[in-house]
């Protein structure tokens, strides 16, 4: 995988975009991933839809735990990709207490706990 931009990405020679925006009628923040050079005569694509705790303020992200993850048409996004739009998600703050996995040692057995990640809340619905 090779970054064109931040939100510009090339894998296997095929150009994706990621779009991100406020989405009114969900009072969510969408992500979304698309093959760039697709048949203009289709829509596939993935997206994330973050609610918003706060819709009437700036935006504040809900727990992952509440997202909701989409596929429109039949996109073919490669796991590379997935993975670094979920880190991208994280470095916006806008994936927060999805539970970073820690694994800590007691008396010889192994103990997954979770941490949640720091959001973010300022931006404007629009």
């Known amino acids: 995988m090779a970054y064109l931009s931040h939100h510009r ?4 020679g095929v150009q994706y975009e990621v779009n991100n925006f406020h989405h009114a ?3 969510a923040w969408c992500y979304e991933l698309y093959a760039v050079d697709n048949d203009p ?3 596939d694509y993935i997206e994330f839809r973050i ?9 504040t992200p809900a727990p992952a735990t509440e ?3 989409l596929a429109h048409g039949e996109p073919k996004i490669p796991w590379p990709l997935l993975r670094r739009l979920i880190d ?3 470095e916006y703050g806008d994936l927060v207490g999805d539970g970073q996995p820690a694994v800590e040692a007691h008396d010889g057995e192994a103990e997954v706990s979770q941490f949640p990640t720091p959001g ?3 931006r404007q619905p629009g």
């Open 88 to 90: 991208l998600m994280h």
């Open 51 to 59: 609610p918003d705790l706060t819709p009437d303020g700036s935006f």
């Open 120 to 122: 973010r809340d300022d």
């Open 9 to 12: 990405w090339i894998h296997d």
């Open 41 to 43: 005569n289709r829509n």
């Open 25 to 27: 009628e969900f009072d």
């Open 67 to 69: 997202a909701v993850f």
